[in-house]
């Protein structure tokens, strides 16, 4: 008996290998064997992808982030080694050229950045914090060192064996701190690990905890130091903050190992001498000893560090409304510090803002949020799930989850609030499709582009391109694959405020580096506009050209004489469906014979493509015939021979640079269990 059978759904992609035998899952039903170049639609079927606008040759540049003070002015920072520049999408151009000290391309890989309207802070661990500053019409633009009103501070204080006296009190006045000198060695003193004393004219450190041991040369419990071991204050201390007599002082100048100036920043109870360990110096968490933030984010009018070489799991959070106060007080706008662990490795790869800020580690993901305002003593870190995620690779918010890589490079995951469990939950998206990242080398980069098709696109590590289709709401997780004939570096969705987000990449074309833009008009990738440079038509592995007018869309593999014509590089389209299984598990159709008598395809607004092979032929014989218009509605497909039904192919594919999307697939058939 005949039958027809229906396919116009693809709500979960390109399939694992590893499913193809699982006809027991609605995946599997709404899957595909292979796509292509394809996207995956809400509305159903797929779409033929866009290809994409030449936009000009940056040689050198490694990596796309998106600057986007609003919806009306968005921009692109496109890096290299030690460069920066500033692209306005809108006009086309280069607005901004800068210096940067990531002097290679692991330091260019391992940025972050924070964003908050006309500023953006740059953080990489071996390098300061650096800020690119706009002003707010967008004609000047600078990027530099960011200097500290209070640099944070180290964790871990020293108090002294020595008394120190200031010479004022008050908030601002610049003062002077002066250090006695170190005690002589005395027999029946406890020395602990750090104190420093005199003993036969030398000064020596303690190495070991000793009540009673004599500083000397073969001693395990002292060591001779000398030169800045055997100061009380060094040059490198200028920016540390010594609390005494109740008061906060932020040294400005050195002076001499026993003396420095300082700025008052909190109010002294006196100016009397402070006796030995009875004050604190904390010295800047920030330094090139130390290590710089390798993360940063914004959250709630604060900004947020974490991560140092000396303090991988540490986190400062900035006074309200103040990027440069990291003074630390009780005060509910005041700055503070807190420190993330868990039996995982705990070193802080990633912030970001979800209901708190969170803090994904090498082993586990955390949560700082308060039940209330978010101040000094309210904020709590919890952990939440141990996953742990990858180093170098940003993540991305889209609507209400967090994606982020899994540790190890291959696998997505979607971290989210559940009311159920009254926590964060990392339920894995790319369970379905684990072999795209796999056979590619895993994730290198993810961007989200909501409009108009909510994808977020991933850079893989070989230069090919996955992307996922996805919408909670319509319960859409769909991935597909992608070659734009070349090796993509970087990519990068940046929002408008009227029309598509825009969506750029940077691709590896023989040995150029070009931008090149996504554009629903483009149907080749790398395509340049008739007026263009003939000599970026290099850049393609072969050209083909292609114009439209009113009698529809044309392509050649020769350059049209007059009007209005692009070059590119044309793709192939292919989608490549699973043989259906209309039978209840445990039974089974897989092992039967199956003829295809007829395939029928609906199609939008398309020209050509073929079904196995067989040409899609839509056109009338009138006097329209020599027209190339795009076609909707049905179009029929004759086939014949019997086949075992998980053998059977069904293959839908497009290779002229023409637009294509099939809407649904319907085949009649027979079936015999022989």
Request: contains cysteine; negative net charge.
């Amino acid at each position: 008996m005949k039958q027809w059978l229906l396919k116009n759904n693809l709500s979960s992609g390109e399939l694992s290998p590893l499913l193809h035998t699982r006809t027991d899952v609605q995946q599997y039903a709404n899957g595909a064997k292979k796509l292509l170049n394809a996207i995956p639609l809400v509305e159903g079927g797929a779409k033929k992808r866009p290809g994409t606008k030449f936009r000009g040759i940056f040689a050198g540049a490694l990596r796309l982030i998106p600057f986007v003070p609003n919806s009306d002015n968005p921009f692109l920072l496109i890096l290299g080694i030690n460069t920066l520049q500033v692209y306005d999408p809108l006009t086309q151009s280069v607005v901004y050229t800068g210096s940067t000290p990531y002097n290679t391309s692991a330091k260019v890989a391992q940025i972050q950045v924070a964003h908050s309207r006309y500023r953006m802070f740059f953080v990489q661990g071996d390098h300061p914090v650096h800020r690119l500053v706009c002003s707010k019409d967008f004609d000047n633009w600078n990027f530099d060192q960011f200097t500290f009103v209070t640099a944070p501070v180290d964790e871990i204080n020293t108090t002294p064996n020595v008394a120190l006296t200031p010479t004022g009190v008050e908030v601002g006045k610049t003062i002077s701190l002066n250090a006695a000198a170190f005690p002589n060695w005395s027999s029946t003193e406890n020395y602990i690990i750090g104190e420093r004393v005199i003993y036969l004219g030398q000064t020596w450190r303690a190495i070991a905890d000793s009540t009673g041991k004599v500083p000397a040369v073969d001693s395990t419990d002292w060591e001779s130091v000398t030169a800045g071991d055997a100061s009380v204050f060094i040059p490198a201390h200028v920016g540390a903050i010594i609390s005494i007599n109740g008061g906060q002082v932020k040294i400005t100048s050195y002076v001499s190992p026993t003396g420095v100036l300082g700025e008052v920043i909190v109010k002294l109870n006196a100016d009397v001498q402070a006796i030995a360990k009875s004050w604190t110096l904390n010295t800047a968490a920030f330094t090139a000893e130390t290590g710089y933030p390798s993360t940063v984010t914004f959250f709630k009018q604060r900004l947020v560090f974490a991560n140092t070489k000396n303090n991988p799991n540490q986190l400062w959070v900035s006074a309200i409304g103040n990027d440069g106060d990291f003074l630390e007080a009780t005060d509910d706008a005041s700055a503070f510090s807190m420190a993330s662990s868990s039996a995982q490795a705990d070193n802080i790869l990633h912030l970001a803002q979800r209901g708190g800020v969170v803090a994904l580690t090498g082993g586990s993901e955390f949560l700082i949020s308060s039940a209330g305002a978010f101040t000094p003593a309210s904020a709590q870190i919890e952990q939440h799930t141990t996953y742990g995620a990858q180093s170098n690779i940003r993540p991305c918010l889209v609507g209400n989850e967090l994606l982020f890589v899994q540790r190890g490079g291959n696998r997505l995951r979607a971290l989210s609030y559940r009311y159920e469990v009254d926590g964060l939950v990392s339920p894995e998206l790319s369970a379905i499709a684990p072999h795209i990242a796999e056979d590619h080398g895993g994730i290198k980069e993810l961007t989200y582009q909501q409009t108009p098709y909510s994808l977020v696109w991933m850079v893989l590590n070989d230069g090919k391109v996955a992307s996922i289709t996805l919408n909670r709401d319509q319960e859409m997780n769909a991935w597909a694959q992608h070659d734009f004939g070349g090796s993509v570096r970087s990519i990068c969705a940046l929002p408008q405020a009227a029309g598509n987000d825009l969506c750029f990449m940077l691709i590896q074309r023989k040995a150029s580096v070009v931008l090149e833009q996504l554009d629903e008009t483009s149907f080749m990738d790398c395509e340049i506009v008739h007026n263009g440079p003939l000599e970026n038509r290099n850049l393609h592995n072969s050209t083909q050209y292609r114009f439209n007018n009113s009698d529809g869309y044309f392509y050649d593999d020769n350059q049209p004489t007059s009007g209005t014509w692009f070059a590119g590089q044309p793709f192939n389209m292919e989608v490549e469906f699973l043989p259906p299984d209309h039978s209840q598990v445990p039974n089974t159709a897989m092992f039967h014979k199956i003829q295809a008598h007829e395939t029928v395809l609906y199609v939008r607004n398309s020209i050509g493509g073929q079904c196995n092979q067989y040409d899609l032929e839509h056109k009338s014989f009138n006097q329209s015939a020599f027209q190339n218009l795009t076609y909707t509605g049905p179009v029929s497909v004759s086939m014949n021979g019997w086949a075992t039904l998980h053998e059977m192919e069904l293959k839908i594919t497009h290779n002229k640079p023409l637009p294509f999307h099939v809407q649904s697939v319907a085949m009649l058939v027979s079936m015999n269990e022989r």
